[in-house]
């Protein structure tokens, strides 16, 4: 009886330490996937705005990175809204629809 009692504490702990551990993990996919898509957002603002290259060879180095990493199991993010209008004031396509008191994420343009 004490034995069972020991066991199902056991696997109640292994249980919350597993669920615990799930996420922490998804947090730090979510975490890398965030700065991905926040270092592709630069890289497409710079190349728009002329400030680098499009072939650099720091953007194929860090492509190539983000592709092996994917390759050895980090999922990739969820797809979201895509661009809907561009910005009048730095040129950028926005993930908003423009509506009047919205601003741009990137020079602050308020629509």
Same mark, same amino acid.
Request: glycine share 8%; with cysteine; charged share 25%.
């Given at each position: 009886?004490?034995?069972?009692?020991?066991?199902?504490?056991?696997?109640?702990?292994?249980?919350?330490?597993?669920?615990?551990?799930?996420?922490?993990?998804?947090?730090?996919?979510?975490?890398?996937?965030?700065?991905?898509?926040?270092?592709?957002?630069?890289?497409?603002?710079?190349?728009?705005?002329?400030?680098?290259?499009? @072939? $650099?060879?720091?953007?194929? #180095?860090?492509?190539?990175?983000?592709?092996? &990493? !994917?390759?050895? *199991?980090?999922?990739? %993010? +969820?797809? @979201? $809204?895509?661009?809907?209008? #561009?910005?009048?004031?730095?040129?950028?396509? &926005? !993930?908003?629809? *423009?509506?009047?008191? %919205? +601003?741009?994420?990137?020079?602050?343009?308020?629509?």
């Amino acid at each position: 009886m004490a034995n069972n009692n020991h066991n199902e504490r056991f696997n109640l702990q292994f249980s919350e330490d597993l669920a615990d551990t799930k996420l922490r993990m998804q947090l730090m996919v979510d975490a890398i996937n965030a700065l991905d898509t926040a270092m592709r957002g630069t890289f497409e603002l710079l190349i728009d705005q002329g400030l680098l290259p499009a @072939k $650099a060879a720091g953007i194929k #180095q860090y492509n190539e990175a983000m592709v092996q &990493l !994917r390759k050895l *199991g980090l999922p990739s %993010e +969820r797809v @979201k $809204a895509t661009a809907q209008v #561009q910005c009048p004031g730095c040129k950028s396509m &926005l !993930r908003i629809a *423009g509506k009047s008191g %919205e +601003r741009c994420e990137w020079c602050g343009f308020e629509f």
